[in-house]
Structure formats: C-alpha cells, structure tokens
C-alpha cells in the first residue's frame, strides 16, 4: 500500500474532487462541505488540515481521510476534521474496498499513519458511523467504544401516500387536525429556497428559531458565535445550486413559522436543523407538518433515504425503520494525551446518565458549553 499525505485544500481539490464521483462517502465528508467549513470555522480554530490518501500497489486510491490536528487544553489532538458539525465522522472509500484491503491491514496502516503525523499527543475520533454507504466502515475495527448516541433514518420505498398510512394514526389525525386549525388563520405554504434571498431569509429565521430552543431547553448554543452562522450562510449561498443544501420553510401568509436547514447528496436526504417557532405558534405541531411536506418532497424527487442522523429523540422512532450504531476511538500517545482523553470519556458518561446530564444543563453554563465542544 501506498500512503501519502497532504496539508493543504488546494493540493488535494484535483483528487478528492475525481473521487467523490465514484466513491462511498458521507455530505459531511464532501470537498464543498470540508472546505467551507475550514474557511468559516477551522482557520479560526488554529485546525491544521491533514490529508491522507491511500493507493494500492496499482495506484488505485482506495482511502481518503479527512483529518485534521488541533491545540486542545495544550495538547495536539487528531481529529476527523469538521467533527463538531458533522453528524458522522468517516474515511471516504471506494466501492468495495474490503476487496482491496482488509481490516487487519487497517490496523497495521493506521500505525504507519499515526508515524507520519507524529508528533502529536492524542488521537479522538467520535460519531464513526457503522457504515459508509453500503459497507462496513473499515475505521471501526480499530479498538473503538460504543458512542453514546445512534443514527436513525428510513429507506424510502413506494410513494408518498402508501408510507403516510403506514404512519401512526394518532400522528396523521393530530397533523390533519392542526392543519384545519392553521387554515382558518391563513394560507399555509411550503417553500423551498431557491434564490440567495430565500435562502439568507430562512437561514436567518432557522438561527433565530434554534437560538430560542437552545435556551429554552438550557442546550449550549453554538450559534453565540459569529463563525458558525457565517459557516452555514455561506455554505449555503454558494452550494444551493449544486443541491448539496436544503433549506425550506413553512409559511402561514407571511410569517415563518417552522425551518429546516439540512443537505441532499447522493440520494440521501440529511434532516439536520429543524426549528419551529416560538410563543403562541408552539401549539400548532408546525415542525411536524413541515417534516411531513419534507417526506412527500423527497418520493417526488426519487430520494433513497430520509436521514433523521444523531440523537435519540423519541419522535424519530415513530417516522425510522433503520438504527445505525456509532463508534468513537481514542489513542493516547504521550502523558498529557493520555490526561487529555479522559475528558471526551467523561463527556459520554454524563451523556449516558440523563439525571446528571439534566443537572448540568440546568445549572453550570461552564458545563454546557465543554459537553458541546470538547
């Protein structure tokens, strides 16, 4: 095997770019969204870019790892670059890759990878999905731990109507019910952003609703930062024409008053930002109503996969017919990154006991923010 590494965006464009085309991957690890985040977020970050291409003997590329090294408390940590806002962390890998490479050679190139990027202190990988495409994700035969959360999503199939009746009756009788009641204040509309002023209109209006939910519910609100809502306009003026971005929104007469932010990329719909609006709009179930037209958008549109991604919110068992487990990987490599790791190990074992999970959101905004972002 060949591996070969680079450190910038402009050396690796030719390449990754030729093969995304062909290969099994993730939006989150698409050209256009790495390198926007980069420009918006990771510059900020202090994040050195680190790209590692693996070939055969043949000079078939096989891998694409998108990683990236950062100071974090003083030490240099390994990480899956664009990590805190991509819902799965993975290697982009050709179709069939087992074929060319198998998972006990993963374990010996990675050794042979941490050497090249030495020195470095620790390694965190996190939100590793089971599968990348229609194949096991080679990365998670490495000695991984169980990541706190799973992925949901559904495999659409049929159309629209003969999946609707399929849903709960109790949720197609509320969602009837609330639209009457919508209608009688007004015309209720769904649009997609199609122009830059849609899309600036509805990206404003998603941060603007998000905010409120995040402080309603005590969550750390990434978006207190200039960075993150210049990244998600940006990303979406200028990648909206490609189809990678989706942004829609729910409308009675003028007012919004339910958003969603989210990507469509090889056949895979990515529900990522969902928001609904505040006070006397609570009431009326508008974000389920928009998921529903988001649903019968996708079987007009021939979309494989309706992606609820992370997080194990109740309401997604009602709509998901699929569960996909995630996996995290630490690897410390000197004392400090052995000190560092115990924190991420510390963040999911709050996050597997909800009682001090609420406690800390409730009561330490010091807390709020480290189980966002360490």
Not at 95 to 105: E, G, T, W
Not at 226 to 255: M, R
Request: overall charge positive; some cysteine.
């Amino acid at each position: 095997m060949k591996i070969t590494t680079f450190h910038s965006f402009e050396e690796i464009k030719p390449f990754w770019i030729e093969f995304e085309k062909e290969a099994e991957l993730y939006a989150f690890q698409t050209y256009d969204w790495l390198s926007h985040w980069y420009k918006s977020i990771g510059v900020f970050l202090d994040e050195k870019p680190c790209f590692v291409k693996i070939e055969n003997d043949m000079g078939k590329p096989l891998i694409l790892l998108p990683l990236g090294i950062r100071k974090r408390l003083g030490v240099s940590c390994l990480s899956w670059l664009g990590g805190e806002l991509a819902d799965y962390n993975a290697p982009i890998l050709c179709r069939n890759v087992s074929k060319y490479i198998s998972y006990d050679q993963i374990r010996d190139l990675w050794k042979q990878i941490i050497n090249r990027l030495s020195p470095i202190d620790a390694v965190y990988f996190d939100k590793q999905p089971e599968q990348v495409g229609d194949q096991t994700n080679p990365f998670i035969y490495l000695n991984c731990n169980d990541f706190p959360q799973s992925s949901y999503s559904i495999n659409l199939e049929g159309d629209w109507k003969t999946f609707y009746q399929n849903i709960k009756k109790n949720i197609r009788t509320d969602s009837q019910r609330q639209r009457r009641r919508l209608a009688k204040l007004g015309v209720l509309k769904f649009i997609i952003g199609k122009d830059e002023d849609d899309i600036r209109l509805i990206t404003n209006k998603m941060i603007e609703q998000k905010s409120r939910r995040y402080k309603e519910t005590g969550s750390y609100n990434p978006f207190n930062k200039q960075i993150y809502q210049h990244f998600y306009h940006s990303i979406g003026k200028e990648c909206s024409d490609s189809g990678l971005v989706h942004v829609s929104a729910l409308l009675l007469n003028d007012t919004i008053i339910a958003t969603h932010w989210g990507l469509v990329y090889k056949g895979r719909f990515y529900y990522l930002l969902p928001t609904y609006a505040g006070e006397e709009w609570k009431r009326y179930s508008a974000g389920r109503i928009l998921l529903e037209h988001l649903f019968e958008w996708c079987f007009e549109k021939k979309i494989n996969v309706f992606d609820f991604s992370v997080g194990d919110e109740p309401y997604k068992k009602d709509w998901c017919n699929k569960t996909m487990k995630l996996y995290e990987y630490r690897e410390s490599l000197t004392v400090k990154g052995k000190n560092y790791l115990y924190l991420p190990a510390l963040k999911n074992w709050v996050l597997l006991h909800p009682p001090v999970h609420s406690f800390i959101k409730k009561n330490l905004s010091f807390f709020r923010g480290f189980l966002a972002k360490s």
